[in-house]
Every structure is written in structure tokens, then in C-alpha cells.
């Protein structure tokens, strides 16, 4: 599930600038690498978990958390 989120993210992020990024390879990146990136893919993922039916609080508990 974590990769699939991943690939969403990136159309996402593609969408907002206008044109889709390139699909890069998918290596083992997990959801800590992505909450310590820049804003944007911080409220792209926001948006993806909302859309999967998260909770607002259970997004925001989620992009605080540190490890």
C-alpha cells in the first residue's frame, strides 16, 4: 500500500504544476522519508489520505508524528 500511496502522490503533485512528473523508480521509500520533504508533498498527501477516508484528525496526527 505504501508504494501504491506513493505513485499517487506523485500524480498529485504533478497535477498541481500543470503537467505529470516523471514516474521515478520506485526504491524503498516510506512514509517518514515523505514527511520530512517540503510542503507540498506534505498537502498532497494530506489530500490522498483524506480521499482515501481518513479523518482530518487522523491526517493531521499522521503528518506531526516524528520517528
Do not use: F, W
Not at 520533504?37 to 487522523?58: C, E, F, H, P, R
Request: aromatic share 0%; proline share 1%.
Amino acid at each position: 500500500m505504501e508504494m501504491n500511496l506513493i505513485g499517487k502522490i506523485e500524480n498529485v503533485i504533478g497535477e498541481d504544476k500543470g503537467k505529470k512528473t516523471e514516474q521515478t523508480p520506485q526504491t524503498v521509500v516510506g512514509v517518514n522519508d515523505l514527511l520530512k520533504s517540503n510542503k507540498a508533498v506534505k498537502t498532497a498527501m494530506a489530500k490522498q489520505l483524506v480521499a482515501m477516508g481518513l479523518s482530518q484528525d487522523s491526517v493531521d496526527r499522521i503528518l506531526k508524528q516524528k520517528r
